[in-house]
């Protein structure tokens, strides 16, 4: 094990520097994945994981330059097992965010999952406990490891919440039901308003999720639809659509559409452009994103991927402020080398992004468009190390 483990900390050494030709040469590949296999399954009941993005990024502001440097964008250690048949637990917490606990589900944000799954039967599934909600789309779908750059939307939802799911499993097909909290906090410590807004006694979120295999695996479905009671009078309404469809053996393209509807501003976009310390009301959010793969060979992975995403206030009381806020365009494009397996991989990518804010906007807030630029050389790992 102390040899895997410097195998490891010299694999990632040579990475972070931007050697990829280097670390084949110094190190064995083929002993460190021979290693990797050998890490079986030894128990049932106990496995642990770690998930981990380290990348050294070039960062330009339109055509001039910013800096570099070395950042850990992701880590997240997982634990999991299946404690008698049947009934499951998994827990994954983030090592770089606070630990202080949320006054309401009483676990901090960096709990992503600490739930337990009981199959009540051959294909129906009851989930407890903090849990990923079970919103739709592929972007939102993926380990956050292998996410790039988030749209707008995934960025800023929260996402990890507590209650209980409930999946049948028919075929290819799967269909989940789930009710959660609608926040992890209290609602004067979520929002901020003008008015006074009373809480609801049924703060809950309800999800419909349907996860589709359609002929024979060449289109699959990520499908949802929420709703979930932010206030005694004030909801928000999402929908997410993701859809995916195989071209051939080597490539595959994804589409997300997510339209979140919001009577108050649960994403916190809009409200953090007005700066005047209140959360907007009547938000309307739309993303959609694309996003082509192509595997050359079991080596290397090539895509590209496209996002638009808009931000629409309709309660603007300002009259000098129109309804439109902003608009926002991101284009990546990026190579993944696989040394040894897909959960191993070295990524080389560009993002591109910009946001375009609306003149009322640049005119009586002070908020100027602008063009980023990042490229970015980094090592992704989710390995199993027990």
Not at 20 to 33: D, P
Not at 116 to 128: C, E, H, P, R
Not at 155 to 172: P, S
Not at 354 to 376: K, V
């Amino acid at each position: 094990m102390m040899n895997f483990k410097k195998t490891l900390i010299a694999l990632f050494a040579i990475i972070a520097i931007g050697g990829t030709a280097m670390a084949q040469n110094a190190l064995n590949l083929k002993a460190l994945e021979d290693k990797i296999a050998s890490l079986d399954q030894k128990n049932d009941a106990f496995n642990f994981y770690i998930n981990l993005q380290n990348s050294a990024n070039t960062y330009f502001n339109s055509d001039d330059y910013e800096g570099i440097d070395f950042k850990t964008n992701q880590l997240r250690l997982e634990m999991r097992g299946e404690i008698v048949k049947g009934v499951r637990y998994r827990v994954r917490q983030r090592m770089n965010r606070g630990t202080t606990a949320e006054n309401l589900d009483n676990l901090s944000t960096a709990t992503d999952i600490a739930s337990i799954s009981i199959d009540l039967a051959k294909n129906f599934t009851v989930t407890g406990g903090k849990q990923c909600t079970a919103f739709g789309g592929y972007e939102f779908d993926l380990n956050p490891i292998d996410v790039y750059q988030f749209s707008d939307m995934v960025d800023n939802i929260t996402c990890f919440l507590t209650g209980v799911d409930f999946a049948y499993q028919m075929d290819d097909q799967q269909f989940r039901f789930q009710i959660v909290n609608s926040r992890n906090s209290s609602l004067s410590d979520e929002y901020k308003t003008a008015n006074n807004v009373e809480s609801s006694k049924n703060a809950l979120g309800y999800t419909l999720n349907w996860n589709g295999n359609l002929f024979d695996g060449i289109v699959q479905t990520r499908w949802s639809y929420s709703l979930f009671q932010e206030t005694k009078e004030m909801s928000t309404n999402l929908i997410a659509l993701g859809t995916q469809v195989k071209l051939g053996k080597k490539a595959q393209i994804q589409f997300d559409w997510m339209n979140s509807n919001e009577d108050i501003d649960t994403k916190g976009i809009v409200s953090g452009m007005i700066n005047n310390g209140m959360s907007a009301t009547d938000v309307v959010y739309n993303s959609l994103i694309a996003k082509i793969d192509y595997r050359l060979n079991k080596k290397f992975n090539m895509f590209v991927k496209g996002m638009y995403e808009t931000a629409t206030n309709d309660g603007n009381k300002d009259e000098n402020l129109d309804d439109e806020f902003r608009k926002s365009y991101a284009y990546m494009a990026g190579v993944e080398f696989h040394p040894i397996a897909d959960d191993l991989k070295v990524f080389f990518t560009y993002t591109g992004r910009f946001f375009d804010y609306e003149s009322s906007i640049t005119e009586n807030l002070g908020i100027q468009d602008q063009h980023t630029n990042r490229l970015s050389l980094g090592l992704i790992y989710r390995l199993k190390m027990y």
